[in-house]
């Protein structure tokens, strides 16, 4: 069965200093990849995403995510984080075969809560 | 600049009752999505409409029903609530069917 896992339940990082949210999706076919944020008492905004052709990818608010099939991986960075990045962030996994029957099932990881020390 | 809308913002019903949650997106998006949220388990999908008078159930439909009426409005509605279906519940919309790309702010409701 597919799944995503997050291993990382929180992460406090400085402002300025780089930041990398892990994300492990196990699913036996071609993957769609994405990254999502939630700010507190909000929805989930749209980061970024991958389907197909260059494995990195360009986001939003200077983040971007490299998909690596051997390791089944779509780690998330930022260079220099910033105190408005304060969030939490969901890994999601979509199948290009699910896109007929059960389109937009997305499965989503458990959240990585990043906090940002001054 | 209202994106998508989600009616009311909390509730607390008690068990057996039943309630709507209303959403509307005006971006003019072909396909809406439910979903509900609970701590430590990322997002599930409750039901999906690729377009208006369509709907597929998602991950977890048992106990809700939706209605696409219109092209904007999608609703979600517990029949008889139970204690379970306590949860923040997110309505989403896109404008193809490969993922959610605008949510609302949610709906936090309470079952008693």
């Known amino acids: 069965a597919q799944s995503v896992t997050q291993p990382d339940i929180h992460i406090t990082v400085s402002e300025g200093a780089s930041l990398e949210l892990r994300c492990n999706y196990s699913y036996g076919a071609t993957p769609y990849l994405f990254w999502y944020v939630q700010s507190p008492g909000q929805g989930l905004q749209l980061l970024l995403k991958?389907?197909?052709?260059?494995?990195l990818v360009q986001g939003i608010k200077g983040f971007e995510a490299e998909f690596k099939r051997s390791q089944s991986s779509f780690n998330l960075r930022k260079p220099s984080v910033h105190w408005s990045d304060a969030a939490e962030y969901f890994c999601a996994v979509g199948a290009i075969e699910n896109y007929g029957g059960s389109q937009g099932n997305l499965i989503f990881g458990k959240g990585t809560k990043l906090s940002v020390k001054p | 600049n209202a994106g998508v809308t989600q009616t009311p913002k909390f509730q607390v019903l008690k068990t057996g009752q039943s309630m709507t949650l209303q959403c509307a997106q005006d971006m003019n998006h072909n396909s809406m999505y439910w979903y509900r949220q609970d701590p430590g388990m990322g997002l599930r999908l409750i039901y999906y409409s690729a377009s208006e008078g369509t709907t597929d159930k998602g991950e977890v439909p048992n106990g809700y029903n939706v209605s696409r009426l219109n092209k904007r409005e999608f609703s979600l509605r517990l029949e008889s609530a139970a204690p379970s279906q306590t949860s923040v519940y997110f309505c989403a919309s896109s404008e193809g069917s490969r993922q959610p790309q605008h949510f609302g702010d949610g709906t936090r409701l309470s079952i008693l």
């Open positions: 991958y389907f197909s052709g260059d494995t």
